[in-house]
């Protein structure tokens, strides 16, 4: 189980990484040198630890006038502030991160969008795959008998 946790672990560890090559092969970066990657996965991490979060909030603090001026609905609403900000405070960051390690940068709105959401599936894959496993194993979290019938637990 410790093994398999580990391999968890390395999983979401490398799912940035993953996801750049997968933006590299579909040609929307266009990396120089293997240590690009690197260098990438390094910026997007700190940047996005450190800017992401004051970037999101000035954003969400510029566009709020615009966004209430429309009278939209509060699905609406809530979704231009979680998504479609994060998607543009998403893109400064990955832009800002290119022009600081020379990386050119094909077509910045679907570099943005591949990283981001391939990043987000492989680590929550290999979350949903370690937590189903349990804590003894994947037998340790399977239905209980009640009543003595079969129970088959999806």
Do not use: E
């Not at 700190?46 to 954003?59: D, G």
């Not at 709105?109 to 990043?119: E, F, G, H, N, R």
């Not at 795959?129 to 194993?137: D, E, Q, R, T």
């Amino acid at each position: 189980m410790l093994l398999l946790g580990c391999l968890f672990a390395l999983v979401r560890l490398f799912a940035l990484p993953i996801s750049i090559l997968i933006a590299q092969r579909l040609g929307y970066i266009v990396l120089t040198s293997n240590w690009d990657v690197f260098w990438l996965m390094l910026l997007l991490g700190f940047f996005n630890v450190i800017i992401r979060p004051l970037l999101q909030l000035f954003l969400v603090l510029f566009s709020l006038p615009f966004v209430i001026s429309l009278g939209l609905s509060k699905a609406a609403f809530d979704f231009i502030t979680r998504y479609v900000i994060l998607f543009f405070a998403n893109s400064i960051v990955l832009y800002l991160s290119c022009k600081m390690i020379g990386i050119t940068l094909v077509s910045w709105p679907l570099a943005t969008l591949t990283i981001s959401v391939s990043a987000y599936l492989i680590s929550m894959n290999a979350s949903a795959s370690f937590v189903a496993m349990g804590p003894k194993g994947p037998a340790a979290g399977g239905a209980k008998k009640s009543d003595g019938s079969d129970v088959i637990d999806i």
